[in-house]
């Protein structure tokens, strides 16, 4: 599976500097990308079972979507230069946007990540999908 296209729209306030910020969001969605598809951190008894960093299944380069950035400018009066914080605020809505879209596209809602090829398989031979509670 591999994620084509990803369109983000953040309100920003001033847009200081819009190259620093389209990066910021792109790095944020690769990061939830991961996140949504590939990584997984199983454990066995407490222990991590992948023991390698490149076992994680963190994106590649290769993995990158192509990106369409749109920067809202709405400028906050009481930040720097009418500015807002723009951090890591992109990985919000991006791993339940790729869920949706997957679930869109096999018909089963998906709420498990990462949402693995077996994970998909398995939700569109039983038509159904059920995360297991982390806690008990």
Request: charged share 20%; hydrophobic share 40%; proline share 10%.
């Amino acid at each position: 599976m591999k994620l084509l296209k990803v369109i983000a729209a953040h309100d920003v306030g001033r847009a200081i500097n819009p190259r620093i910020i389209e990066g910021q969001m792109q790095g944020s969605v690769s990061m939830r990308q991961g996140y949504a598809l590939t990584e997984g951190h199983p454990t066995r008894q407490g222990y991590p079972v992948k023991k390698l960093y490149k076992d994680l299944g963190l994106p590649k380069a290769s993995d990158t979507p192509l990106y369409k950035i749109i920067l809202i400018e709405d400028p906050e009066p009481i930040g720097p230069y009418g500015a807002k914080g723009i951090s890591e605020v992109a990985t919000v809505p991006i791993t339940p946007a790729i869920l949706n879209a997957v679930s869109r596209a096999i018909g089963v809602r998906i709420n498990k990540v990462p949402a693995t090829p077996e994970v998909i398989l398995e939700a569109i031979r039983t038509g159904r999908c059920e995360a297991k509670p982390i806690m008990p």
